[in-house]
């Protein structure tokens, strides 16, 4: 089954819009890939060609009640904000951004981006949803030790990034290990 149609179903399934992922998706010609993605916490990323999901990780986690619903459509939104705003600034500039050696300046540009996509998520959320979601949604990267986490997290990507913009698709691939 299409990743797309998997969508819909959710949709059909929760009462949330899930179809207007679709909707934005196909409207806006954003490529959608149903992945296996490596590590139990990394549920879903952009890239300036597509987004990647790992859909069955979602769906697992929701019956389980690890997270909602409501969390799975978000990290949808947001996957798709990063998408848009890499469209926006152009895909030279958020490659010399993420290629960038030094690391302060590069992990404020991620930490912004995240910051970015979980803002436009919330607003997507509620325009087509019609429910303000609690800010337990979002990552707390104003926070300075969770901030400091995160950041920490960025220095292994980092250290391949900085090598080079040629180096962006080297990073992707080792987070994804099989396409659905």
Request: proline share 2%; net charge negative.
């Amino acid at each position: 089954m299409d990743i797309k149609d998997k969508i819909h179903g959710m949709g059909e399934y929760s009462g949330l819009d899930f179809h207007s992922v679709v909707n934005i998706c196909e409207n806006e010609n954003i490529k959608i890939n149903d992945v296996e993605i490596s590590g139990k916490n990394t549920l879903g990323f952009s890239s300036h060609k597509e987004i990647f999901l790992d859909w069955d990780k979602m769906v697992n986690y929701s019956s389980s009640d690890i997270i909602s619903l409501e969390m799975i459509l978000f990290i949808i939104y947001h996957e798709i904000a990063h998408y848009k705003r890499i469209m926006k600034i152009g895909v030279e500039e958020h490659l010399k951004m993420i290629s960038n050696k030094d690391f302060n300046s590069f992990s404020n540009y991620i930490i912004n981006e995240e910051m970015f996509a979980d803002r436009w998520a919330k607003l997507m959320f509620y325009k087509f949803n019609r429910v303000i979601l609690a800010d337990h949604y979002m990552q707390p990267l104003h926070y300075p030790e969770i901030r400091a986490k995160y950041v920490e997290k960025l220095k292994r990507d980092h250290k391949i990034l900085s090598s080079g913009p040629d180096k962006y698709q080297e990073v992707l691939d080792k987070y994804i290990i099989k396409y659905r």
